[in-house]
């Protein structure tokens, strides 16, 4: 069992988890004509098990995701999930298409893509730039199916770092979620991090 | 790996069918594979080492370089998808270099190469996706034109329902016509042929309102929303009045029609009368259509019989062209017809049959046919009814002396003998082809208290019979009546010096073929009472009819009628004054609210009959306003029945909605009209 982070060190956390979100916001914003806003509400350190209950999707649920592995200083797989709806409504809103579509395209998945790539890159770069972490990732991949197909990596040991996005476009509100799922040991590296940051700050305000 | 050369791997990368960028980390081009040589134009040679932003003048600021920068810096990989990113890279088709209606749709990944060299290297890998691109655009095509194709179904769809509703509309009104119409021709001065017409003039365009009706309906029964009423009515009434508005254009081909019902021992039942009349009117107009001589015969007969139900067969067998045995069994399919050519010749939708299986099945029952080509049809129909609470009166008996039948039909003289024997009379049946001459002698001998003779037996006949009544007649003080069956429309019937000898006689009954049992019991008690001669009989209905409309003394009485169509307006106005109201006229919502407001301080009305459509101002708004609106305040309360020929559901509703507080579904029921005056003139 690992401890967790203060609360203190949790809100650091999401600050600067929203930083990097707020990049990817203006990528995106670049990309399509509509005004993207992307906020974190919260940021919690979980077990998978748990994790998994709280993305709320019914066993039999169709779920889009976006998915790409990292190595390095922690490794595991970084997963942007929507239910297959929300995944239509996203990228049918942000492509202009006026007609509801019932299943993703080729090139639409790729978009889906594209949107997860900017946005896990986001949260990359966050941990790479904040936390001074050296990892190395792969290309970003297309997953579709239900839940116990798509949250793979997990054993009952792993932990999450669950992070829930909102994205509120201005005719609609959707809601994904991200999960980065490391190992024990990898989660403990990535604690350590985050209470070197946090203290790096505190301590540099003191100073 | 050692054995792979840069020769080899130099090579290789050239003849990859992708695009391959490799860069540095100030982003100079350190190379690019044939693929992409070939799409862009340009020369590794010539290029290399240059800025990628000199080389490609739109990579400068785009998401790209952004990506690029991303992925040497952070090592973050990235996917540039063509949605977002059509063409960020100028390659154009091979032999289109520069034109760009010809750029290369694409796809790209951006990745730091992992190598141990000090400076970081990225590579951007190009995929063509122009062909898929074409592909979806031209799926996206068919699925949006499937939908515009489907959206026009739709409103296809809606718009037949709508003229569904529009039709209902607006053959209901004139038919409201001609049924009001006839309603007051009833009760003027009219001779009873005169009569007989108008009440099957009627009865004629009620069954043609029903016809409408339930053509309307075919749509629902498809969509199964048709609803079956379970109502107490008379069978064999029900039976009869069909048989008698349609027999008219069988006699006129000189078709006899026969309907027996001497075998419905319980004809009050419970359910749909006027399905159970579509059915038969259906079934006969088919068999008179198809029928050039001989007969048609309808004959019910109970098949079994609890204290509950009643279960009928009821079949209509004609001596007409006949159906090929194969084609029976298409027959109740929609649209379908034994050959063209039956169209051509005969009419029809071909609709008919497959409504009357569909109403069959519906009613828990089902039709069969059995034919042969050129030896007739018979449809029979079985259906399962609720006996009606109500006990049904049995006839009267008769104890008179025995009866002398003589017809020129079979089926007829069988079915006369069946019902009289049912009534405790001796009948001696003879047609035409009989020893009626041996008869002559027992007529006069007075043997028998009534003759029945068929106004079409031969003249010779009828002349020696005629004179053996006489001689009897002239020495009995009780007289031989004489009832002579006719056509319906006897004017057409060529009237043969007997027939005149006949007609001074006194003691002559006629009655109009098809016999219908209960007017034949209603002449012969007539006959045997001696009391009042009846020489015509007339639909017991509208007699009943006419009864019912007592003459109303309230003279005071104001009501309003707004109502756009000039002959509804007089049908109404007509009945109105049958009943003893006086009542002004509006022609639409403006006209009404004009009138209410000049008379609701002096003599304000007590009712308004309205319409619903009108043009200017229909009824709903003029209902609404006169709730509403302060200038009607003093005749806010007046009671408003409307008074529609939409007949579409929810037009009760849509009515009660608007503040009226009653409903009379067009053509006008003159007993309805009058129950539902008097109600909301109490109130």
Redesign the interface.
Same mark, same amino acid.
């Given at each position: 069992m690992t401890e967790n982070l203060t609360p203190l060190e949790v809100d650091a956390l999401t600050e600067i988890f929203n930083i990097g979100i707020g990049r990817a916001a203006n990528s995106l914003n670049q990309m399509v004509s509509q005004t993207v806003d992307l906020t974190i509400p919260k940021i919690e350190i979980l077990p998978n098990i748990e994790a998994k209950q709280k993305l709320n999707f019914d066993s039999d649920m169709e779920i889009s995701a976006v998915t790409q592995q990292f190595s390095g200083d922690f490794k595991g797989q970084a997963l942007l999930m929507f239910s297959k709806e929300n995944g239509l409504q996203l990228v049918s809103l942000l492509l202009g298409n006026k007609i509801p579509i019932e299943d993703l395209s080729e090139l639409e998945q790729d978009s889906l893509v594209e949107i997860g790539n900017v946005i896990l890159n986001a949260c990359f770069g966050t941990v790479i730039n904040f936390l001074q972490s050296s990892i190395s990732i792969e290309m970003p991949e297309f997953v579709q199916g239900n839940i116990n197909k798509i949250f793979t990596y997990s054993s009952e040991h792993d932990w999450s770092l669950y992070i829930k996005v909102k994205f509120s476009l201005p005719s609609e509100n959707i809601a994904g979620h991200i999960s980065f799922i490391m190992d024990i040991t990898s989660l403990e590296i990535f604690q350590e991090s985050v209470r070197k940051f946090v203290f790096g700050i505190t301590s540099k305000s003191q100073g | 790996m050692t054995n792979l050369s840069n020769d080899i791997l130099y090579a290789t990368l050239n003849q990859l069918s992708v695009g391959i960028i490799i860069i540095d980390e100030q982003q100079r081009l350190v190379f690019f594979n044939q693929w992409l040589s070939d799409y862009s134009g340009m020369v590794l040679d010539e290029q290399e080492g240059n800025l990628l932003d000199d080389i490609f003048e739109q990579y400068q600021d785009s998401?790209l370089s952004?990506a690029c920068e =991303?992925a040497l810096s952070?090592?973050?990989?990235?996917?540039?998808?063509?949605?977002?990113?059509p063409t960020p890279l100028p390659l154009y088709q091979k032999n289109f270099i520069g034109d760009k209606d010809h750029l290369i749709q694409q796809?790209i =990944?951006v990745?730091r190469i992992?190598t141990n060299a000090s400076t970081p290297l990225c590579q951007i890998v190009i995929d063509n996706?122009t062909h898929?691109?074409k592909k979806?655009q031209t799926?996206?095509k068919l699925?949006?034109e499937n939908?515009v194709q489907r959206q026009k179904a739709e409103i296809a769809n809606q718009s037949k329902s709508q003229f569904l509703a529009n039709m209902s509309h607006e053959i209901r009104t004139p038919i409201n016509g001609v049924l009001g119409m006839l309603t007051l021709l009833a009760d003027t001065q009219l001779s009873k042929t005169q009569h007989h017409f108008s009440t099957l003039a009627k009865v004629s365009a009620e069954t043609l309102l029903n016809l409408i009706n339930d053509i309307l309906d075919f749509s629902k029964i498809e969509a199964g929303k048709l609803d079956i009423e379970k109502i107490a009515f008379n069978l064999t009434d029900s039976i009869a009045e069909t048989v008698q508005a349609m027999a008219i254009k069988a006699q006129q081909k000189g078709i006899e029609v026969v309907v027996d019902t001497t075998a419905l021992t319980q004809p009050l039942v419970v359910g749909d009368s006027s399905r159970i009349k579509q059915i038969i009117t259906n079934l006969l107009s088919n068999a008179i259509k198809f029928t050039e001589q001989g007969e048609i015969n309808i004959i019910v007969e109970t098949t079994e019989q609890t204290a509950e139900i009643v279960k009928l067969d009821i079949v209509v067998v004609d001596t007409g062209i006949g159906i090929p045995t194969k084609k029976c069994d298409e027959l109740f399919n929609a649209f379908t017809q034994v050959d063209a050519s039956t169209t051509r010749e005969y009419g029809g939708t071909g609709l008919g049959l497959t409504i009357v299986r569909q109403l069959c099945q519906l009613m828990g029952g089902d039709i069969a046919v059995k034919s042969e080509q050129g030896q007739g049809s018979q449809f029979s129909f079985y259906l399962t009814l609720e006996k009606s609470e109500k006990l049904n009166k049995p006839w009267q008996r008769f104890t008179e002396k025995p009866i002398l039948l003589i017809t020129t039909n079979q089926s007829n003289n069988k079915f006369l003998c069946k019902q009289l024997s049912l009534w405790g009379l001796d009948v001696v049946g003879e047609t035409a082809e009989g020893e009626v001459l041996a008869l002559c002698n027992k007529i006069a001998n007075n043997d028998f208290s009534v003759l029945v003779l068929d106004e079409s037996l031969d003249s010779s006949l009828l002349e020696a019979i005629s004179n053996a009544l006489f001689k009897n007649n002239s020495q009995h003080d009780k007289k031989v009546q004489l009832i002579l069956l006719t056509s319906i429309d006897d004017s057409q019937s060529s009237i043969s010096a007997s027939v005149d000898l006949l007609g001074k006689n006194e003691c002559l009954h006629k009655l109009p073929k098809p016999i219908i049992s209960a007017s034949l019991h209603q002449l012969l008690t007539s006959v045997f009472s001696s009391k009042s001669i009846v020489t015509d009989i007339v639909n017991p209905k509208s007699a009943k009819a006419s009864q019912a409309n007592q003459i109303n003394e309230s003279g005071e009485v104001r009501i309003l009628l707004v109502e756009d169509n000039r002959i509804n307006q007089e049908v109404a106005l007509g009945l109105l004054r049958k009943f003893g109201y006086q009542a002004d006229v509006a022609k639409n919502g403006i006209h009404a609210l004009e009138l209410l407001a000049q008379r609701q301080l002096s003599a304000p009305y007590k009712l308004i009959l309205m319409d619903c459509q009108m043009p200017e101002m229909d009824g709903y708004q003029a209902t609404i306003a006169i709730r509403t609106d302060n200038l009607y305040q003093a005749s806010s309360q007046v009671s408003i029945i409307a008074m529609t020929a939409n007949s579409m559901t929810g037009d009760q509703e849509k009515c009660l909605a608007a503040g009226m507080n009653d409903y009379l579904a067009k053509p006008i029921n003159p007993n309805l009209l009058a129950e539902k005056i008097a109600f909301w003139l109490d109130n």
């Open positions: - | 998401r952004g =991303s952070l090592g973050l990989p990235a996917r540039l998808s063509h949605t977002f990113n796809q =990944s990745k992992a996706v898929m691109v979806e799926l996206q699925a949006d939908i």
